[in-house]
T-cell receptor, first 111, second 113 residues
Framework: SQQGEEDPQALSIQEGENATMNCSYK?????LQWYRQNSGRGLVHLIL?????REKHSGRLRVTLDTSKKSSSLLITASRAADTASYFC???????????FGAGTTVTVRA | DAGVIQSPRHEVTEMGQEVTLRCKPI?????LFWYRQTMMRGLELLIY????????DSGMPEDRFSAKMPNASFSTLKIQPSEPRDSAVYFC???????????FGSGTQLSVL
């Protein structure tokens, strides 16, 4: 069963705009990770945030984590056409490297 | 580094046939994972290995599925006999503990007719 659920399922934005997607999960976690998947390719790790962290940045990515609400958000600033992809959150519940992935948010960036 | 290498890239087979998917993890990585991705069920963890030893196979759907890791540089996922509902993209991924970052292969698109 999926631990994380992303919202929205799909997002279409203009190049240069920001894209925000959310992930909600059901049980306490050790860490939460975000991955990107381009069409027909494998997933690529973007960023990891631990349960005792509230915010992390990596380039144009900003991730927040609210453990009281069991939710996380991924913000992509100044989006580019190359950001068109599906984005997945993944949770590590038992600190054993087993990740449970959400259903993903499909982001389309229009030129 | 070439990354995680999976073969074949695409596999089309008929119901009842045996299918073998192959994976070469990144050198030095001590964990290997097999995931399955479908539209209906998303990404599901099937089985994972640590130092070539299966740790958790609770995600393997049926006895028709089996996985082996005879050495640190090679793993197989076998389906025998295959069924149409096994059609999916199968991903292999690896990581080097204690770094939690997973590296995925490009996947095998399996179609069972």
């Amino acid at each position: 069963s999926q631990q994380g659920e992303e919202d929205p399922q799909a997002l279409s934005i203009q190049e240069g705009e920001n894209a925000t997607m959310n992930c909600s999960y059901k049980t306490s976690i050790n860490n939460l990770q975000w991955y990107r998947q381009n069409s027909g390719r494998g997933l690529v790790h973007l960023i990891l945030i631990r349960s005792n962290e509230r915010e992390k940045h990596s380039g144009r990515l900003r991730v927040t984590l609210d453990t009281s609400k069991k939710s996380s958000s991924l913000l992509i600033t100044a989006s580019r056409a190359a950001d068109t992809a599906s984005y997945f959150c993944a949770t590590d519940v038992s600190n054993d490297y087993k990740l449970s992935f959400g259903a993903g948010t499909t982001v389309t960036v229009r030129a | 580094d070439a990354g995680v290498i999976q073969s074949p890239r695409h596999e089309v087979t008929e119901m009842g046939q045996e299918v073998t998917l192959r994976c070469k993890p990144i050198s030095g990585h001590d964990y290997l994972f097999w995931y399955r991705q479908t539209m209906m069920r998303g990404l599901e963890l099937l089985i994972y290995f640590n130092n070539n030893v299966p740790i958790d196979d609770s995600g393997m759907p049926e006895d028709r599925f089996s996985a082996k890791m005879p050495n640190a540089s090679f793993s197989t996922l076998k389906i025998q006999p295959s069924e149409p509902r096994d059609s999916a993209v199968y991903f292999c991924a690896s990581l080097q503990g204690p770094n939690e970052k997973l590296f995925f292969g490009s996947g095998t698109q399996l179609s069972v007719l």
